[in-house]
């Protein structure tokens, strides 16, 4: 776990030696980076909002579209998108074999391999540590185990909203979704600044008809910790997206009463954060590749 950590804090991996999984996923910011879109290698802008990393293990797929099945698999998108961290896999490896430091951790951590520093052990590591992302014991979870003063009435009240409005059919499970897709505009079109028209989210992934504009459900845990919300991150507003998706999910037009309720029970959904100390990370060296920052003088 300790040296998928050290990965998951390591700005070297990307081309510029800027940017580490954690610049857009701080984990000591609810897992997110508070920016509708994240910005990447030469400041450019990514093309969806970035979700949290906190519980992300127990979601059923990775990325809004799904495309990665797991934490291991995402942990080696953002490397190579040209966008993001804008390296290569080879390039990433070579890069860790070029930080003498790192040699004896990956040898630790995976004893058997005869060439341990290669790129599905650096995806697996950081994996690993990021399925300890996790953030129990909200007051839900301990209204959930049998303490009824957990939640105060109003977020009761929410609870109840919750479940009549039917908001539980797509946020259920251990995350309050993440396990399963659904299009965004079930009922009515949320409007093409929540809901950009060139992005269709699945279909990109599948180029089935029927995925159009649908996209993983997000959890709802630490929600009032994840501003701006949606795919596009354009509602900065919690209550804000409560209302637009009681229209557009549901058809229903929410009063300003139901909407502060169910916000006020979403807060109850907020856990213990992780804490985790910043690692300290091997030196370069004269041999270390140098950073490729491209940018124009």
């Given at each position: 776990?300790?040296?998928?950590?050290?990965?998951?804090?390591?700005?070297?991996?990307?081309?510029?030696?800027?940017?580490?999984?954690?610049?857009?996923?701080?984990?000591?910011?609810?897992?997110?980076?508070?920016?509708?879109?994240?910005?990447?290698?030469?400041?450019?802008?990514?093309?969806?909002?970035?979700?949290?990393?906190?519980?992300?293990?127990?979601?059923?797929?990775?990325?809004?579209?799904?495309?990665?099945?797991?934490?291991?698999?995402?942990?080696?998108?953002?490397?190579?998108?040209?966008?993001?961290?804008?390296?290569?896999?080879?390039?990433?490896?070579?890069?860790?074999?070029?930080?003498?430091?790192?040699?004896?951790?990956?040898?630790?951590?995976?004893?058997?391999?005869?060439?341990?520093?290669?790129?599905?052990?650096?995806?697996?590591?950081?994996?690993?540590?990021?399925?300890?992302?996790?953030?129990?014991?909200?007051?839900?979870?301990?209204?959930?185990?049998?303490?009824?003063?957990?939640?105060?009435?109003?977020?009761?009240?929410?609870?109840?909203?919750?479940?009549?409005?039917?908001?539980?059919?797509?946020?259920?499970?251990?995350?309050?979704?993440?396990?399963?897709?659904?299009?965004?505009?079930?009922?009515?079109?949320?409007?093409?600044?929540?809901?950009?028209?060139?992005?269709?989210?699945?279909?990109?992934?599948?180029?089935?008809v029927s995925d159009e504009y649908v996209y993983k459900v997000p959890s709802l845990r630490n929600i009032e910790l994840t501003p701006p919300y949606f795919h596009s991150g354009k509602a900065w507003d919690l209550q804000q997206a409560v209302a637009v998706m009681g229209s557009a999910q549901?058809?229903?037009?929410?009063?300003?009463?139901?909407?502060?309720?169910?916000?006020?029970?979403?807060?109850?959904?907020?856990?213990?954060?992780?804490?985790?100390?910043?690692?300290?990370?091997?030196?370069?060296?004269?041999?270390?590749?140098?950073?490729?920052?491209?940018?124009?003088?």
């Amino acid at each position: 776990m300790e040296l998928g950590k050290m990965l998951y804090f390591e700005p070297r991996l990307s081309e510029s030696h800027t940017i580490s999984c954690n610049s857009c996923h701080l984990v000591g910011l609810g897992g997110v980076d508070m920016l509708e879109t994240s910005v990447g290698h030469r400041w450019q802008l990514g093309g969806r909002n970035s979700p949290t990393v906190l519980n992300a293990v127990f979601n059923t797929a990775q990325f809004w579209d799904g495309r990665a099945a797991d934490l291991a698999e995402q942990a080696g998108g953002p490397l190579v998108n040209p966008v993001e961290m804008a390296t290569t896999h080879e390039h990433a490896v070579e890069m860790l074999e070029a930080i003498p430091g790192y040699q004896a951790f990956f040898e630790e951590a995976f004893p058997d391999a005869e060439d341990p520093i290669n790129i599905d052990n650096v995806q697996d590591a950081i994996a690993l540590f990021e399925a300890t992302l996790i953030t129990p014991n909200a007051p839900f979870d301990q209204y959930l185990k049998g303490d009824a003063d957990a939640l105060d009435e109003q977020q009761k009240d929410g609870l109840a909203l919750f479940m009549d409005k039917g908001c539980a059919a797509c946020h259920n499970g251990v995350n309050l979704g993440g396990n399963q897709y659904q299009p965004f505009g079930v009922v009515e079109n949320p409007g093409a600044d929540f809901l950009p028209p060139e992005d269709k989210g699945r279909f990109e992934v599948t180029q089935s008809v029927s995925d159009e504009y649908v996209y993983k459900v997000p959890s709802l845990r630490n929600i009032e910790l994840t501003p701006p919300y949606f795919h596009s991150g354009k509602a900065w507003d919690l209550q804000q997206a409560v209302a637009v998706m009681g229209s557009a999910q549901l058809g229903i037009q929410l009063d300003d009463d139901e909407v502060m309720t169910l916000t006020a029970f979403l807060h109850s959904l907020t856990g213990e954060q992780p804490r985790v100390e910043y690692p300290v990370l091997p030196p370069s060296t004269a041999e270390t590749p140098r950073p490729q920052l491209d940018i124009d003088q």
